[in-house]
């Protein structure tokens, strides 16, 4: 069985700034994905960034980046700049493999709070 | 619609009752997910159809959580004889046929919010 920690319950960013969002993860897969999905007060889960394992480039997506540590299980997130609207919460997620695609294992979230 | 579409978007309802969640995914997604979010927990998968066959219902957590999705499109998920720890948010998720390429493989509805008394 696959477990997902984000150690960080809450997180506070003044706007512009940076933050890093931790997630360790536990596996014996050799392929999987990792996902950052962000979950505003809307409830609407929505997807941030994806890494493959097999890939060893981090992923960036604007001012979303990963840190992707194969070796540690290790996958934390980068918010630069941040802005108000970032404000949510940020779960990491994992899948085994393609063939289970949407199965997903999730952590329990982080609480990213923008201040002015 | 544009997107995943769940209603009700609240549902109250007295321990012992039986209640239906219905989820409408996007026009042509094959995949429908279903997942329990209990309050300040990430979700937890349920339940997996591919049109209308259930694949994987290993999340299921009781005999009491039924799914169907009976035309490859609608899905419904049924809790009978609720108990308060039934209580949390539903949330609804489809995919495309060829998920692993597009930038957004899954796209989830805004949830429905279930309260158990």
Not at chain 1, 79 to 84: A, F, G, V
Not at chain 2, 7 to 22: E, F, M
Request: overall charge neutral; aromatic content about 12%.
């Amino acid at each position: 069985a696959q477990t997902v920690t984000q150690s960080q319950p809450e997180m506070s960013v003044q706007e512009a700034e940076t933050v890093t969002l931790s997630c360790t993860y536990d596996t014996s897969e050799s392929n999987y994905y990792l996902f950052w999905y962000k979950q505003p007060p809307s409830r609407q889960m929505i997807l941030v960034i994806r890494q493959e394992a097999y890939k060893q480039q981090n992923a960036t997506e604007n001012r979303f980046s990963v840190n992707f540590q194969k070796a540690a299980k290790s996958f934390s997130l980068k918010i630069s700049d941040s802005q108000l609207g970032d404000t949510a919460m940020y779960f990491c997620a994992f899948m085994p493999s393609a063939d289970s695609w949407g199965k997903f294992q999730f952590g329990a979230g982080t609480q990213v709070v923008v201040t002015p | 619609g544009a997107g995943v579409s769940q209603s009700p978007r609240y549902k109250v309802a007295k321990r012992g009752q039986d209640v239906a969640l219905r989820c409408d995914p996007i026009s042509g997604h094959v995949s429908l997910f279903w997942y329990q979010q209990a309050l300040g927990q990430g979700p937890e998968f349920l339940t997996y159809f591919q049109n209308e066959a259930q694949l994987d219902k290993s999340g299921l957590p009781s005999d009491r959580f039924f799914a169907e999705r009976p035309e490859g499109s609608v899905s419904t998920l049924k809790i009978q004889r609720t108990q308060q720890e039934d209580s949390a948010v539903y949330l609804c998720a489809s995919s495309p046929r060829d998920p692993t390429y597009s930038n957004q493989p899954q796209h989830f509805g805004d949830g429905t919010r279930l309260s158990i008394l």
